[in-house]
């Protein structure tokens, strides 16, 4: 790991720390969305984490020392070239590490800022609440709703939790119920959050390559009782993963989706619970293979072989599931448990003080 370190324009103490992790750097989106910051009327630093560069690196300093220039708001630029892509949680966690600010803007490499988020820091500053997200519209159509906040309800049993974007995919001008609100968890692809909170419930699982991995930490947030907030009258614009759906998604990326989405389950489901878990978990294994088989992907000894690989990686992770609940456990003691549980069942804890 390398980092770069460059001075900006401002001097002084940064009040925020913009935090984009990317595969490639410099890259036309992240110019795009480092663009739209000048909306930003605070003195923020910017940290990258990237896996590799796309130019030699003087070019690389060079060409960030020239854009600088245009932006009279920024402290400080790090700039970090890992040796290898270890997924997104890791990055950010670096790039929390190396931040000097008390606020963590997260944001992905293929966003635009359409607001002034000094709003939000403020939230964070003044205590209302230790993570906020914005209203997030789709950068193709800005009429379409990409997330108006990130919910959560239970599955069909009651023993297992579902994590969803309200609203994606409808046309914003059609909502009638947009408030500021508490959410279970936020958007990876725009969030705020406060340094010391993200810290002391344990950062982003680094055993979460992709997908799932802002749900797993705002999932802890709330259950240790931290507040995190959906505010629609900030925006900004986002391209879009890709989808789960086997039809159309690799199958690498599903199966990172399913064992994720169980890790998550297994952190804050009770221990005498766990074969349910498991058994669950198992099936939708089956249900893949069994798909890939019909599917004529593969045969039937290869599709027994990935089952013992999925499932091994499952069993790998359980020591980040461990560590995690313990903290939820012995330092929390499950707090924020129950108003987790009252959101899945669809109760609002809607906050009419708070002015859009």
Same mark, same amino acid.
């Given at each position: 790991?390398?980092?770069? !370190?460059?001075?900006?324009?401002?001097?002084?103490?940064?009040?925020?720390?913009?935090?984009?992790?990317?595969? !490639?750097?410099?890259?036309?989106?992240?110019?795009?969305?480092?663009?739209?910051?000048? *909306?930003?009327?605070?003195?923020?630093?910017?940290?990258?984490?990237?896996?590799?560069?796309?130019?030699?690196?003087?070019?690389? $300093?060079?060409?960030?020392?020239?854009?600088?220039?245009?932006?009279?708001?920024? $402290?400080?630029?790090?700039?970090?070239?890992? =040796?290898?892509?270890?997924?997104?949680?890791?990055?950010?966690?670096?790039?929390?590490?190396?931040?000097?600010?008390?606020?963590? +803007?997260?944001? #992905?490499?293929?966003?635009?800022?359409?607001?002034?988020?000094?709003?939000? +820091?403020? @939230? &964070?500053?003044?205590? *209302?609440?230790? %993570?906020?997200?914005?209203? +997030?519209?789709?950068?193709? #159509?800005?009429?379409?709703?990409?997330?108006?906040?990130?919910?959560?309800?239970?599955?069909?049993?009651?023993?297992?939790?579902?994590?969803?974007?309200?609203?994606?995919?409808?046309?914003?001008?059609?909502?009638?119920? &947009?408030? *500021?609100? =508490?959410?279970?968890?936020?958007?990876?692809?725009?969030?705020?959050?406060?340094?010391?909170?993200?810290?002391?419930?344990?950062?982003?699982?680094?055993?979460?390559?992709?997908? @799932?991995?802002?749900?797993?930490?705002? /999932?802890?947030?709330?259950?240790?009782?931290?507040?995190?907030?959906?505010?629609?009258?900030?925006?900004?614009?986002?391209?879009?993963?890709? !989808?789960?759906?086997?039809?159309?998604?690799?199958?690498?990326?599903?199966?990172?989706?399913?064992?994720? @989405?169980? +890790?998550?389950?297994?952190?804050? $489901?009770?221990?005498?619970? /766990?074969? @349910?878990?498991?058994?669950?978990?198992?099936?939708?294994?089956?249900?893949?293979?069994?798909?890939?088989?019909?599917?004529?992907?593969?045969?039937?000894?290869?599709?027994?072989?990935?089952?013992?690989?999925? $499932?091994?990686?499952?069993?790998?992770?359980?020591?980040?599931?461990?560590?995690?609940?313990?903290?939820?456990?012995?330092?929390?003691? /499950?707090?924020?448990?129950?108003?987790?549980?009252?959101?899945?069942? %669809?109760?609002?804890?809607?906050?009419?003080?708070? !002015?859009?």
């Amino acid at each position: 790991m390398k980092i770069i !370190s460059l001075k900006g324009r401002e001097a002084g103490v940064a009040r925020a720390s913009l935090i984009v992790v990317a595969k !490639s750097f410099p890259t036309d989106n992240i110019r795009r969305l480092l663009d739209s910051t000048r *909306v930003f009327s605070f003195k923020y630093e910017l940290v990258i984490v990237a896996a590799n560069f796309c130019k030699r690196e003087e070019d690389v $300093t060079k060409s960030v020392i020239c854009r600088m220039r245009h932006f009279t708001n920024l $402290t400080k630029v790090k700039i970090v070239l890992m =040796e290898e892509d270890l997924g997104v949680a890791y990055g950010r966690n670096i790039g929390a590490m190396l931040a000097e600010s008390p606020n963590l +803007i997260f944001a #992905d490499d293929d966003v635009v800022v359409l607001d002034d988020v000094k709003f939000l +820091i403020k @939230y &964070l500053e003044d205590g *209302v609440c230790h %993570g906020v997200q914005p209203l +997030i519209l789709k950068l193709a #159509d800005p009429r379409i709703v990409d997330s108006a906040g990130d919910f959560v309800r239970q599955n069909n049993n009651g023993f297992l939790y579902v994590p969803y974007s309200r609203a994606a995919g409808e046309n914003v001008a059609s909502l009638q119920d &947009l408030y *500021v609100e =508490e959410l279970p968890s936020m958007r990876g692809a725009f969030m705020i959050v406060k340094k010391e909170v993200l810290l002391e419930v344990g950062g982003f699982d680094n055993t979460f390559n992709f997908g @799932y991995e802002e749900v797993d930490l705002g /999932w802890r947030m709330t259950i240790s009782g931290y507040k995190l907030l959906f505010v629609p009258f900030v925006k900004v614009l986002h391209t879009g993963g890709r !989808s789960t759906d086997p039809n159309r998604s690799d199958e690498d990326t599903v199966r990172m989706h399913l064992v994720n @989405y169980y +890790i998550m389950q297994l952190k804050i $489901t009770p221990k005498h619970n /766990w074969p @349910y878990v498991f058994k669950c978990f198992l099936e939708k294994v089956i249900d893949l293979e069994l798909w890939r088989i019909r599917k004529m992907k593969v045969d039937f000894l290869n599709a027994v072989k990935d089952m013992l690989i999925i $499932t091994k990686l499952l069993t790998q992770r359980l020591r980040s599931v461990q560590l995690h609940k313990e903290l939820l456990t012995e330092k929390f003691h /499950w707090v924020g448990l129950e108003k987790f549980k009252q959101m899945s069942l %669809g109760k609002r804890f809607i906050h009419t003080s708070i !002015s859009t």
